[in-house]
């Protein structure tokens, strides 16, 4: 069994959870759906990786979880005189 580590936030409605040790990313309405669309897809991945000899991964980068982490801009748009 693989132990993974995820860090979930909210964005635009929605919980998007982000595993640190691939940057495989999982989306869902609530916490429990992103984090299950992410072990979908974690499992998915690490079924082609086993078949693959191309197939990279590598843990998430500071740089990388830092913009994940990033709070969203609420951009306004207004007009000027």
């Known amino acids: 069994m ?4 995820v860090v ?9 959870g982000l595993c640190l040790e691939n940057g495989i990313v ?3 309405d609530t916490q429990e759906n992103a984090v299950n669309k992410l072990k979908d897809a974690i499992a998915s991945f690490e ?3 086993e078949s693959e000899d ?3 991964k590598s843990p998430m980068s ?3 979880l830092h913009e994940f982490l990033l709070v969203e801009e609420k951009k306004t748009f207004g007009l000027t005189d």
């Open 62 to 64: 500071i740089d990388e």
């Open 2 to 5: 693989n132990f993974y580590t």
């Open 26 to 28: 999982g989306q869902g």
């Open 47 to 49: 079924d082609v990786y």
């Open 8 to 16: 979930l936030r909210q964005s635009s409605g929605y919980w998007v």
């Open 54 to 56: 191309n197939i990279y």
